[in-house]
């Protein structure tokens, strides 16, 4: 157990759905991550925030979209996503803010399937 | 640009073998190298990390990491591979670029024990 949850932990959705990904950290931390995990690529930084507010995007589709309410909560939007948004979506966060030496907590990730 | 590599997609040993995984990274800067494992099912988390000092780090569950600055390298190692200890490894590198940290992660190499 991390410390950082996520939900829910698999979510199958049509091109058409609207859904979204929570993700929660008892930690204190300051910063909080989503990363996307997709087979035989390396993980890509989708989005950064710290303290509550966006630093990093990193050139992701608008059909993603972040929430950050506060320091402990950060939400990924999802609406007319496609097949190849399938993966693991990862949320991490850090106690220190967004440091090069930061040491990242993970959550066990949301799988997600678009049909 | 900033890169890790992990020249091995897979790997097979033998439980109580030795084991080395591979990274090489390219940083122009002082590197803050890590090496995360990751369970099946799980998120991910932190073996150990090289900041400075001492180039031999050491980290959980008995691995431990070498850099060389010379080679670009910072390869993990474990003298005795434990069944458990099968799941995937990833080398990162801290990185700083348009003005914000990262980690720049590797593809991941997996491993795999055989009894």
């Known amino acids: 157990e991390t410390g950082v949850t996520q939900t829910p932990r698999h979510l199958v959705m049509g091109m058409t759905n609207k859904k979204s990904l929570k993700c929660e950290q008892h930690?204190?931390?300051?910063?909080m991550y989503w990363y996307k995990q997709s087979a035989k690529k390396p993980l890509e930084l989708m989005f950064v925030y710290s303290l509550e507010e966006r630093v990093e995007n990193n050139s992701v589709p608008s059909r993603f979209s972040p929430e950050c309410p506060n320091s402990s909560h950060l939400f990924l939007h999802l609406h007319t996503l496609q097949p190849e948004d399938s993966a693991l979506y990862l949320c991490?966060?850090?106690?220190?803010?967004?440091?090069?030496?930061?040491?990242?907590?993970f959550g066990s990730g949301t799988q997600l399937s678009v049909l | 640009a900033q890169s890790v590599t992990q020249p091995d997609i897979h790997i097979t040993v033998s439980e109580g073998a030795s084991l080395e995984l591979r990274c090489n990274y390219s940083?122009?800067?002082?590197?803050?190298l890590f090496w995360y494992v990751q369970s099946p099912g799980q998120g991910l988390q932190l073996l150990l990390k090289?900041?400075?000092?001492?180039?031999l780090v050491q980290g959980i569950k008995g691995f431990e990491a070498e850099f060389k600055r010379s080679q670009s390298s910072f390869n993990l190692r474990k003298p005795s591979v434990h069944w458990s200890d099968a799941a995937e490894y990833f080398c990162?590198?801290?990185?700083?670029?348009?003005?914000?940290?990262?980690?720049?992660f590797g593809a991941g190499t997996r491993l795999a024990v055989h009894p």
């Open positions: 991490a966060s850090s106690q220190g803010g967004v440091g090069r030496g930061e040491k990242l907590f």
């Open positions: 990162a590198v801290g990185s700083r670029s348009g003005g914000y940290n990262k980690l720049i």
């Open positions: 940083y122009g800067a002082t590197p803050y």
């Open positions: 090289y900041f400075s000092g001492d180039t």
């Open positions: 930690l204190g931390h300051n910063a």
